[in-house]
């Protein structure tokens, strides 16, 4: 399974940006997924979640009614809709999916097996 997320960039405080994490080797459809980002000299910490239907989704709380999690399991594909973004949201955000189907929704990184690249986010103040 290869996760490939795209769409990182450089923008100013209060723009948007959305995040896409496109799947190969692996029909996404069935599973849980998640994005976590890394800042700088920190660690990496769970953004947001979304069960294999979408009906169940999870935030952190720093992004909480700014960011969306959404997917298109037809298109194999995951999005985060980040608006109203802060210069701490500055990151490397990377897409993350389990091996196994069905299972709920994690804010725990080791709950997910398979990672991407990464995407960069810069939001300048």
Request: charged share 15%.
């Amino acid at each position: 399974v290869q996760l490939q997320a795209s769409g990182g960039g450089l923008v100013q405080a209060g723009g948007s940006l959305r995040l896409s994490c496109a799947a190969s080797g692996r029909t996404l459809g069935g599973y849980a997924m998640g994005w976590f980002r890394q800042a700088p000299g920190k660690e990496r910490e769970f953004v947001a979640g979304i069960n294999w239907s979408g009906a169940s989704i999870l935030y952190a709380e720093s992004v909480k009614g700014r960011f969306a999690i959404s997917r298109d399991n037809a298109k194999n594909t995951m999005y985060l809709q980040m608006n109203i973004l802060k210069p701490e949201d500055t990151a490397v955000y990377y897409c993350a999916a389990p091996k196994i189907s069905g299972t709920v929704v994690s804010r725990r990184s080791p709950s997910y097996d398979y990672w991407g690249q990464g995407t960069l986010v810069t939001v300048s103040s």
